[in-house]
C-alpha cells in the first residue's frame, strides 16, 4: 500500500538520526532495514523507524521533511518522543 509520508529512522535511543520522504513507506523502511540502497543510512545503521507522519500530496510532504531537516538536533528528538517516548521501531504498525 502507498503512503506519501516523512520519516525519521536511528541506529538507537537518541543516537544517529536520518530524516527522508518518500511515496511508498513500506517498501522505503523495508530496503533501509536491509541495506538495499548504499548510503547515509547503510553507513551509520539507521533501521529503525521512529517517527513518520502520513500526508495527502507530495508537495506537502517534501515542505515538511525540509522543515524537519532544518530544524536543530534537539526538535527532532522532542518531536521523535511526542509520540514514540521509548524510540520503539514503528515499522510494524506500517505494514500491519
Known amino acids: 500500500m502507498k503512503r506519501l509520508a516523512i520519516y525519521i529512522l536511528t541506529n538507537h535511543k537518541n ?11 513500506p517498501k522505503r523502511i523495508y530496503e533501509h532495514k536491509n541495506e538495499i540502497t548504499k548510503g547515509f543510512t547503510a553507513k551509520y545503521d539507521c533501521k529503525t523507524l521512529v517517527y513518520f507522519e502520513i500526508f495527502d500530496d507530495m508537495e506537502n510532504a517534501i515542505a515538511r521533511e525540509k522543515q524537519i531537516k532544518g530544524g536543530s538536533r534537539k ?7 511526542s509520540i514514540n517516548p521509548e ?10
Request: aromatic share 10%; net charge neutral; proline share 0%.
Open 15 to 25: 543516537g544517529t538520526l536520518y530524516t527522508g520522504v518518500t511515496s511508498n513507506l
Open 75 to 81: 526538535k527532532k528528538i522532542d518531536l521523535i518522543k
Open 87 to 96: 524510540w520503539n521501531d514503528l515499522y510494524d504498525n506500517i505494514t500491519s
